[in-house]
């Protein structure tokens, strides 16, 4: 597989990201000549790769000074993972952390479990990509029964008007429920599939992303991944541990908003 290169971007959005300096402080870091690039002082306006070049504050290499971490965070209904519109309460609304982060992906407003929150903009670009196709599974509740013909309907793939799904794991574990995977992420599509019968969905949870299980996590709850989770992730879209300097997340705290509660 040939992986796709990372975002391009202004020098001064990746100091901004990576905690060094304010947008506006970064730039007069590189006009002070305190920034360089692959050993070149920076210039303002200047675009980079940061997964090739090598950029210096004060010749300490910025990206071997970040402390990447990973969360697992069971999103509760209502909650929105991006796109936050006044009224709306956005899962960074909720979350207090010692570090910023970010959502990969998203879940609907309407959809609960699991999602993944770090700091680390290379993971989150390639496991976006439609060329990382990486398993999700859902658990679903329906109104009304489904039967065999319906979750073969479903399992071998869907004409949504504007997209056919691609063939999936199925698999009924009661009347009205049934868990799927999948390894695409159309937008509603689970509950776009389950109109095709004629049917609606009533509640919809993400319980797996490759080997991170939601478990016994609790809806507003989150937990550091574990080294074995994230040398997989990082296996998964091509990157090596080395890459990373680890944190475990215990030093977090007060990881909730009271208020937001």
Not at 40 to 51: N, S, Y
Request: glycine letters at 6%.
């Amino acid at each position: 597989m040939v992986l796709q290169p990372f975002l391009i971007m202004k020098l001064q959005k990746y100091l901004s990201q990576q905690w060094v300096a304010s947008r506006r402080h970064a730039e007069e870091l590189i006009s002070l000549g305190r920034i360089s690039v692959n050993g070149v002082k920076a210039h303002i306006g200047q675009v980079i790769d940061p997964e090739v070049d090598r950029v210096e504050l004060d010749d300490a290499v910025i990206k071997e000074q970040l402390a990447y971490v990973y969360y697992a965070f069971n999103k509760p209904r209502d909650i929105v993972s991006t796109c936050v519109s006044r009224g709306e309460t956005g899962i960074m609304d909720i979350v207090n952390l010692p570090t910023r982060v970010f959502p990969i992906g998203r879940l609907d407003k309407e959809t609960t479990g699991l999602i993944l929150l770090t700091n680390d903009g290379r993971i989150a670009h390639r496991l976006m990509h439609p060329s990382f196709s990486h398993e999700k599974e859902y658990l679903v509740e329906i109104f009304g029964p489904i039967d065999d013909d319906e979750i073969d309907k479903l399992s071998r793939g869907v004409d949504l008007g504007d997209v056919v799904t691609r063939s999936c794991i199925v698999e009924r574990v009661a009347s009205g429920k049934f868990r799927i995977i999948l390894k695409e992420g159309k937008n509603r599509q689970i509950r776009r599939m389950v109109e095709t019968l004629g049917k609606q969905v009533k509640k919809l949870k993400r319980i797996r992303i490759e080997h991170i299980n939601l478990g016994t996590l609790q809806e507003w709850e989150l937990r550091p991944l574990t080294k074995s989770e994230k040398e997989h992730l990082l296996a998964k879209t091509g990157l090596q541990s080395g890459d990373n300097v680890w944190t475990s997340g215990e030093d977090a705290h007060n990881l909730f908003d009271d208020k937001a509660l």
